[in-house]
C-alpha cells in the first residue's frame, strides 16, 4: 500500500511537471509573435522617454512587417520623428483585400 501511494505520488508530480514545461513552453513562445506588432506600434505612436532620449542621440528604430495604413499614420502623426523611422517589409493592401509584402527590388 506505501509503495503504491508512493509510486502515484512520483507519477503524479511527473505529470505535474510535465504540464508546466508545456505551459512554460508555450508561453514563452506564443506570446512573442503576438506581441510584436503590438511592440513596434507601442514604439511608433507612445515612445517612451528612454526611446525619444535614444532617438535624440541618433537612434533608428527599424519597424518590420507593418501594414502600409499604420505607416501612412506614423508618417503623419509622427512626422517630427521621421528621421529616426526606417520601415520594412511593409504589408501593402491587394485588390483582393488580402496584404502582400511589399519587394523592395533589390537586385
Do not use: W
Not at 509573435?33 to 527599424?62: H, K, T, W, Y
Not at 501594414?67 to 517630427?80: D, S
Amino acid at each position: 500500500m506505501i509503495t503504491q501511494n508512493h509510486q502515484d505520488n512520483k507519477n503524479c508530480r511527473r505529470n505535474r511537471s510535465l504540464k508546466t514545461v508545456l505551459l512554460v513552453s508555450t508561453l514563452l513562445t506564443t506570446p512573442m509573435v503576438i506581441a510584436e506588432g503590438d511592440f513596434q506600434q507601442n514604439v511608433l505612436f507612445n515612445p517612451s522617454s528612454s526611446v525619444l532620449l535614444a532617438e535624440a542621440r541618433g537612434r533608428v528604430m527599424i519597424y518590420d512587417g507593418l501594414k502600409e495604413e499604420t505607416v501612412e499614420l506614423a508618417l503623419t502623426k509622427q512626422f517630427g520623428r521621421i528621421q529616426n523611422m526606417m520601415f520594412v517589409r511593409t504589408q501593402v493592401a491587394q485588390e483582393n483585400g488580402e496584404y502582400e509584402t511589399e519587394d523592395d527590388d533589390c537586385d
